[in-house]
């Protein structure tokens, strides 16, 4: 049974910091790896997907890199700003005939001025 | 259009209320979602529908009844539900290629229930 472990599980860091949130899954069988952001009480916003064939993605400040031999994923957020506060989520879609994503738990980020 | 749209944003209803909430597509997207995230957690799948049929239910209570009218819309109809369901339930579509976790889903806003 595939899980997903997010650490930490919040950060606060000063603006201009750059910072890794990290993900981790059991089962190296995925077909690719997502990244969220969610503020709160509100919806989901993809920042980056990773395919299984892909070691990284870019997109702006953040990057996003896959480890599938070792089940690792980090996000990089460079030069952090205070907009940056919200809750990131990595989802993983495993091998099986479903759309099932599995969420980590989230790390909470908030940026300080 | 890459939107998935959900309405209503906000709903407070009664334990014997019969309320439903509505998600819309113009992506040419095949598969729909339902999503539940109940406060400080991840969302857990709660349904897939895909070509209008319901392909997956993970066990989710007679009280929540899923409709796919047509390939744009996906409904969740709700019925004698109990605070505990207050939660924030979250569309998704995605296109239907095989295999399917290969698919890519694209989230709505969500609609925020709560039930007295």
């Known amino acids: 049974k595939q899980e997903v472990t997010q650490i930490p599980a919040a950060l606060s860091v000063p603006e201009g910091e750059n910072l890794v949130l990290n993900c981790s899954f059991t089962d190296s069988a995925i077909y690719n790896l997502q990244w969220f952001r969610q503020d709160p009480g509100k919806g989901l916003t993809s920042l980056l997907l990773i395919q299984s064939s892909q070691r990284e993605q870019t997109s702006g400040r953040l990057n996003a890199s896959l480890d599938k031999s070792s089940g690792r994923s980090t996000l990089y957020i460079a030069a952090s700003q205070p907009g940056d506060s919200a809750t990131y989520l990595c989802a993983v879609s495993s091998s099986g005939n479903t759309g099932k994503l599995i969420f980590g738990q989230g790390t909470t980020l908030q940026v300080k001025p | 259009d890459t939107e998935v749209t959900q309405t209503p944003k906000h ?56 409709e796919c009218p047509n390939s744009s819309l996906l409904n969740l ?32 806003a969500g609609s925020r229930l709560t039930v007295l």
Request: positive net charge.
């Open chain 2, 11 to 66: 709903l407070v209803m009664g334990m014997t209320n019969k309320k439903s909430l509505k998600c819309e597509q113009h992506m040419g997207h095949r598969a729909m979602y339902w999503y539940k995230q109940k406060a400080k957690k991840p969302p857990e799948l709660m349904f897939v529908y895909s070509y209008e049929k319901l392909s997956i239910n993970e066990s989710v209570p007679s009280r929540f009844s899923p």
């Open chain 2, 77 to 108: 109809h709700l019925h004698a539900l109990q605070p505990e369901d207050s939660a924030l339930y979250l569309c998704a579509s995605s296109q239907d290629r095989q295999p399917w976790g290969a698919n890519v889903l694209t989230f709505g």
